[in-house]
C-alpha cells in the first residue's frame, strides 16, 4: 500500500522539519562557547588525496579519461570550510570557460555562463543544466533556480563544458553535477558554523549526520542576513535540509531528500548608468527605491531515487521528484510591475545501464527516458510606488516535457574510446488566460527536436589523453521569454523561436608527476540564438528575441600543481571570440559585432597552504578583461581584478576539531561591476561590486558517538 501525500500534508512535513533544524541552528551559538576555551596540541594533518574520481555527469559513474568532454571537477577541500557561504561562486574557483557575475544581489540570483551560454540570463540560470544528488534543479522549461543550493552544503561538483543536451536536453552550455554532503562514518558528527562579514553579513549553519548499518542520514540548516553595500539590497534567507540513505539490501540503494528555501527579504537595488556608478557606485537605483523592487520566496522540494542492480553489470534506477514555489516580486515600473505565481513542478526518471561487451570489447549501453511537468498560477498587478495595485492579468501556464535518450560508451581498442548519444526533446506549452478584459490570449505551443553526439578519447599514456567531440544542441525558450511579450500582451510571443548549435571541440588533458592539465579549443556555430532586451517603458523587465547567426571560438586551459610541503596552486585562462554572423535590430545589421557579458580574456589563479601545525592560507586572484554590454557594441564594462585573502588556524584533539579564520574580499580595493544587464534600457547596465571587506568566522566538528 502506497501513501501519496496531499499538499497539506507535504507543506505540514517542511513545517516539522523547519522548527527541528531552527532548534538545532540555535544550538550552535552554545556550542561556539563550549568550546572556546578548548586548546590542543598540534597534531600533523593527513595528506590531502588529489586523486580524480569518477564523474556522475554523464548520468553513469565514468572516470574522467573515459570521457569525451570538457570536464572540471571539484572535491569540498578544507579552504571551502572558510568560505562566506553566499554564492555558488565561491566553490568553483578557477573554472575554465564558466563565468559568474551578480553575487551580491540575491533578487536576481548568481548568473553562470558556460562558453557565452546563459550570459542572457536577466536572472537565474539559463542554457545550462543542473543537477542536485541526481535530482533536476533545472525546470522542464530550462530554467534553474539556485534559492535551493547552499554552497556550504556542497561535497563535489562536476561541471562539463559544452553540449550536454544528447543527455539531459535544452540546453547549450553544459552540466552542472552537484552532490550535498553525504553522512559522515561516525554514528553522530555535529558541526556548527558562525560568519561574519561586513555591511551586516551573518551567516549560521549546522550539520549534523551519521551511519548506523545500512542508514546513513545528514541534516543541514542555515540563516543567511545582510544589510548589504548598497542601499537597498538587504536580504534574509532560511534555508534547510534533510538528506536519508538506505541500503535497502545488497544490490539495491535508496535516497531520500527534502528541501526548504524560505526568504521573505530580499530587495534589488537596480542598475546604474555609468555616470552614476563612478558618482556614486552605493546608490540604488531611483526607480528601484520609488518601486520598492525585491522579492519574497518559499520553495519546499522532496526528491527520491532507488537504485537496483540485478545482476553484475547492470543497473536500473528510478528517480522521482516534487517542488512548491510561491513567488511574489516588485519591479521597477507601473504597469503590471508586481508579479506573483504559485508554481507546482514533478518530474519522473527512468533509466537503464548495461555493461556488456560487443565484438569482444567492453561497452556501456544507457537509455532512459525523462518526463516533466510545470504549472503556474500567474497573476501581474500594477506596482502603484511599492503598493499593489489593479489587477493586470492572470493566467494558468503549464509545461510539460518528454526526452528519451541513450548513450554507448564503447572501448573499441586498447587505447581508444568511442561515445555516442542521442535524445527527442518534446516540449509542450500551454497557457489558459483568466483576464480577458483584452480578450483571449489562451493557447498552445509544441516544440520539439533531436540532439545528437560522437566523440572519441585517445589514450596517448595511462595519464593523458587527446579526446574530440562533436554535437547538435537544441534550446527552446523558457515560460518567461515565451511570455514576457514585448506587444504588451498575454499569451505567447509568436516571433520566438527555439536556438540550435552544432559544437566541435578538440582538447587534450592529463597528469605528469601530480601535475594536471587540461586544454581545450573549440567552434560552436548557433542559430535564432536567444537574446535579452528592455524597452525604455519597462525598465528592469526583459524581453526576448532571436538573433540569425553566430559563432564562438575558444581555448580553455588550466594546470594544477601537485602538493609541495604544505603548497598547491592553480592556474586556468579562457580566450572567447563570440561574434554575430547574421543580426538585424531596427534595420541595422551587427554582423561581426561582439556578445555581450562576456569577456574576450579572463585569467584565474589559486594558492593553497596548510601548516601541520594547523595554520593555513589561501589567495586566489582573478582578471576580468573588457566586455560589451550590449548587442550594438556601443557600450563596454572596464576590465578589472579581483582578489581574496584567507588565513586561519584548525587544532584537532580526540575527534573534535575547531578552526577559526579571516578573509579578505576584493583585496587589490578594485571599483568594478559585479553584474551587468545585457540590453538594459536607459543605459542601466552597471551593479557595482563592494570595496575591499572583511568576513571571518569560526567553525567546529564534534564527533559525539
Partial sequence: MFFIPTAHSFLGCFSRLRWIIRHLIAL????????????????????????????????????PAQIPNSITQITRNPQHNYQPGATLDEFAHGTPGVFFQNQFNFTQDVRIAIRGFGARSPFGVRGIQMRVDGIPATLPDGQTQLDSIDPSLIERMDIVRGPSAALYGNASGGMIDITTREAPPEKLVVMPRQVFGQYGYLKSELF??????????????????????????????????????????????????????????????????????????RQASARNVQYNAGEEIRQEEMGARFRHRPSAGKEFSITTHLLHRDFQSRQAFFDGGQVQFDRWVGGLMVQFVNDHILFNRPNRFLAGVDYGIQNDDRQRFNNNFGVRSALNLSQIERVQSTGPFFRNEWNIKDKLDLVIGGRWDWLNYQVKDQFRTDGNQSGSRTVSQASGSAGLVYHLTDQQQIYTHVASVFEAPTTTELLNNPAGRGGFNPNLNAQTSLSNELGFRGNTAGFQYDTAIFFIRTWDEITPFELPSSPGRAFFRNAGQSRRIGVETRLATPEWKGLRGEVSYTYSDFEFEKYVVNDVSLKGNSFPGIPAHRWEGLVRYSHPFGFFGQVHVHRVGEFYVNDVNTATNPAYNLGQLLAGWELKRNGIEGSVFIGINNLFDSQYNANTRINAALGRYYEPGPPLNVFGGIRFRIVAF
Fill in 28 to 63: 550552535t551559538g552554545s556550542i561556539a562557547i563550549t568550546f572556546s576555551a578548548w586548546a590542543q596540541k598540534p597534531e600533523t594533518p593527513k595528506p590531502v588525496t588529489l586523486d580524480s574520481i569518477n564523474i556522475t555527469a554523464t548520468r553513469s559513474e565514468r572516470a
Fill in 208 to 281: 549534523m549526520g551519521g551511519r548506523q548499518g545500512n542508514f546513513g542520514y545528514s541534516l543541514y540548516g542555515s540563516h543567511t542576513q545582510q544589510d548589504g553595500w548598497r542601499d537597498h539590497s538587504a536580504m534574509q534567507n532560511t534555508f534547510s535540509q534533510a538528506k536519508l540513505n538506505f541500503k535497502t539490501s545488497d544490490d539495491s540503494d535508496l535516497m531520500l531528500v527534502f528541501r526548504e528555501f524560505y526568504s521573505p527579504l530580499s530587495k534589488d537595488p537596480g542598475a546604474l548608468t555609468s555616470a552614476e556608478a563612478q558618482a556614486n557606485p
